[in-house]
C-alpha cells in the first residue's frame, strides 16, 4: 500500500526529541523521504539513524531555526540531497523555563532575554521556514517542477484557549494566526498552510521526563484534562500534522487543528 506522502520530500524541525521525531519516523512509514533537523545535531542523527533502521529515508541536519541562514541551508540541503521539497513541519519550539521549586513561571516573572529567545525559535523560527519553502516551492514551480507545496507548523492548544505560560501561548497564537494570513496570501500558488495544536504531551519539553519512573501516573493525570481522558501522544500530533501534509488534506489551508482530547472544544455543564 502507497503512504501519504509517499515520495514526498519534507523538511521537519525539532526533529531530534519528542514530536519532531514521532513525525519524523510517521512520514518515513508513509513514504516520504525526510530531513531531520534539529539544533542538537547528535540528537538529529539518532532520529534519522531510528527511521533509517525502520526502513525509511532520513537525512540529519543541524539546524537553527532562529537563524534564516541555518534554515535555508537546511532547505538547500533538502534539495541537495533529494531533489526538491514538498512539504516543510515547523515543529521546533520551547517555552520559558519553570521557576525551580515552583513551576510555570508568572508574566511579571519572565526575563526579557529569554522571552526574546522563546520568540525568537516559536515566532520567527516558524516565519523563517515558511519563507525558505515558499521560495523553495516558487523556485520549483519556475523550473516546471510542480507547483504548490504543503507547510504545516506546531502551534498548540495554548494558542488557541489561555493554557499555561502566558508569553509562551502569547507566540503560539501568533503561529496560529500566521497561520491563517499566511494561507490566504499564497492560496493562489497551491501552497497550503496548517497548523496542529497539541495539549500538553509528555516530552523532553518544558524540562519534563519521558522516561520517569512515574511515566503512566503522569500520563493519566494529563488524561484526566481532557474530556476524552487520554493523555495526547506525540504520535497522535504527528498523525495530525501527516494527515495535513498529505494529499488527503488538498482542500484544507488556513486550519489550526487542535489535538487536545476535546479540551478546547468546551466544558460539559449540567450535571
Ligand atoms: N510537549 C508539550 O506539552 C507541547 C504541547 C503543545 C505544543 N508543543 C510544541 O510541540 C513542539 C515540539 O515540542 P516537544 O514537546 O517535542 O519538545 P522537545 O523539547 O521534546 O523537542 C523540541 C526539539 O526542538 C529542538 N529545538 C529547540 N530549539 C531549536 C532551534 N532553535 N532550532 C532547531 N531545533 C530546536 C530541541 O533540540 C528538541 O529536539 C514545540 O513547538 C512545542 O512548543 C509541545
Redesign the pocket.
Known sequence: MEGLVQGKVALI??????????AVLLFCEHGAKVVA????GD??EETAALAKAAGGEALAVT?????PA?VDAAVAQAVERFGRLDIIY??????ISPVPGKGLRSLVECEPEEMKRVE???IN?VVYGCQAAIRQFEKQAGEGLGSGGAIV??????GLMGYGGVL?GAT?GAVVQLTRALAIEVADKGIRVNAV??????????G?D?DSDNRERILQGMGKAHPLGKA?D?RD?ASAALFLASDLAGNITGVNLPVDGGLSAGRKTGG
Open positions: 524541525t525539532g526533529a531530534g526529541s519528542g514530536l519532531g521525531r514521532a533537523a534539529d539544533i542538537d540528537n538529529a539546524c537553527n531555526v532562529a537563524d541555518s515547523n515543529n521546533a519550539g520551547i517555552t525568537d525559535v516559536n523560527g507548523s506546531t502551534a498548540s492548544v495554548a509562551y503560539k495544536c497539541p495539549a500538553g504531551m509528555l516530552t523532553h519539553y518544558a519534563m519521558p495526547i506525540p500530533t
